[in-house]
């Protein structure tokens, strides 16, 4: 089984900064690319920026300079650090994982998981 645990969200005033954690727990195997969505009240969830195996980051382009997204394969977590936060960052920041390989039982057995979303973390931003 595979689950993805975020952490690092709260509340900060404007031009602070956070960094968010998103742990994957499980015998992983493998996992492709990593993101970071976001969902504010009333609005659809939408990409902050990913990480694919290959490490090349891809994110939204309004928000480059402010959060970089990376990867710590070995330990199977992804993070964001976000600077100079804005109220209009408020959402539940979400970690999702595709295409993820985990090994199960005792006998080299593995499960594969198209998608895998965690349960988010509350960020606001306000004074």
């Known amino acids: 089984q595979v689950q993805l645990v975020e952490s690092g969200g709260g509340l900060v005033q404007p031009g602070g900064s956070l960094r968010l954690s998103c742990s994957v727990s499980?015998?992983?195997?493998?996992?492709?690319?990593m993101a970071w969505y976001r969902q504010a009240p009333g609005t659809e969830r939408e990409l902050v920026a990913s990480?694919?195996?290959?490490?090349?980051?891809n994110g939204a382009d309004s928000l480059k300079g402010r959060f970089t997204v990376s990867r710590d394969n070995a330990k199977n977590t992804l993070y964001l650090q976000m600077h100079s936060l804005k109220p209009e960052d408020t959402a539940v920041y979400y970690c999702?994982?595709?295409?993820?390989?985990?090994?199960?039982?005792?006998?080299?057995?593995?499960?594969?998981?198209?998608?895998?979303w965690g349960q988010g973390t509350l960020v606001t931003v306000s004074s």
């Open positions: 499980g015998d992983i195997k493998s996992i492709n690319t």
């Open positions: 999702r994982a595709l295409n993820v390989t985990v090994a199960i039982g005792a006998y080299g057995g593995t499960a594969w998981y198209a998608e895998v």
């Open positions: 990480v694919p195996d290959n490490a090349n980051t």
